[in-house]
């Protein structure tokens, strides 16, 4: 397994594979780490979550460029991804016992509650995207909830995930209580089943996350899935049109267009709909493709080249059922995973860039009669991840972001992003289960009822 450096093609490191022997060794010391941690109190864990929190900020510059090399990250966003993590492990430092506090609830009982216990050693499947921010994420909860962990990362971020386990463990954490295993994807299925896994998380495709919940599911293993989305940032025609293109620009253009909350499609009413393709089109031409190193990129390489080309692919078969290329769409020569800004509009259902996932720098641009029509466009996707409404009338948006679009959250103009206190996952084929704020700290944990007779 190696790791390489999209924007030069050049190879950073080469890894050895884990055996299933050597994993499931891994696998029994953390089961056994757990069941002390399980009891240490959550003043203790939030101590060792603090200073997970310090080191993160202090490391931040190293770690930004860490993920420029592995992923093509550009070295700003990454510092940024740096500070958010540590954002994450403060907060439920600081808010976790109040979230796992029992419920006292009144019934024919002299006591009767519900108390929260963790559930053992935890698989976290995770993505190349955002390599730190999807684990700590993850993490936070899991660790302050009494749980263990394993990581299990993308192999084109492995020195991402050993770095990552040499900051917890630096922080003080028990060593056996957090491990990265080093292990394909073709060879998780014995992972996922071992007996002391006891829960599995992922982040990922679709695809990925139909596989792992049927291998779960085998062994009765509680799953969270957070996959993919196309996400739909409808405009009306009362919206702020300047205002609305360039929120639209940022959120398309977040991480090099790799993430699965990006905007993805954007459904106009047709009364400011060539307003907004004017103003949108200027602002993604004025972005700056390049080295993820060079002050002053907002768009690194993709990933790898095998995904720059199958989004070349998607754009170029959009291309040939009828969609109009107003920016980019020429796959770039040279060495490096790179792909140029890309605006596309006459989309319509049957193409990939309607039907399918663009993780990258394209959008796909529809228009739209009226606001009936684009809440029908905006639900008419298996996925169902994030969404936005852009209107000056924010109590009509409001309704509709609330009661009417098929999303696992919606924002008013805003572009959609995670925040730790607040519920973040999907519905449909964009997953299950909830990350973040208390709902996901109660993902991973047993909600015992405790009855005491009269």
Known sequence: ????????????????????????????????????????????????????????????????ELMAKEMGKPLAQGEGEAEKCAWVCDYYADHAEAFLEADVIETDASKSYVTFNPLGVVLAIMPWNFPFWQLFRFAAPALMAGNGAILKHSANTTGCALEIENIIHDAGIPKDLFRTIIRDKSGM?????????????????????????AQAGETLKKTVLELGGSDPYIILEDADVKKAAETCATSRL????????????FIVTEKVYDEFVEEFTQIMKSKKVGDPFEEGTDVGPQAREDLRDELHDQVQRSKEKGANILLGGEKPKGSGAYYPVTVMDNINAGMPAYEEELFGPVAAIIKVKDEEEAIKVANDTNFGLGAAIFSEDK???????????????????????SDPRLPFGGIKQSGYGRELSLYGIREFVNAKTVYIGN
């Open 189 to 213: 299925k014995d992972v996922i089943q071992h007996d002391w896994i006891s829960a599995v998380t992922l982040t990922g495709s679709t695809r990925a996350g139909k596989a792992v919940a």
């Open 395 to 417: 109590k009509r948006a409001e309704e509709i972001a609330a009661n009417k679009i098929e999303a696992g959250c919606c924002f008013v103009n805003e572009f959609v992003k």
């Open 1 to 64: 397994m190696k790791t390489i450096n999209p924007a030069t093609g050049e190879t950073l490191k080469e890894y050895q594979e884990m055996g299933i022997e050597e994993i499931g060794s891994i696998i029994k010391k953390a089961n056994a780490a757990q069941k002390e941690w399980k009891f240490r109190s959550f003043e203790e864990r939030a101590g060792y979550l603090r200073k997970i929190a310090s080191i993160l900020r202090d490391r931040k510059s190293e770690l930004a």
């Open 254 to 265: 977040i991480n090099s267009g790799q993430s699965c909350i990006a905007a993805k499609r």
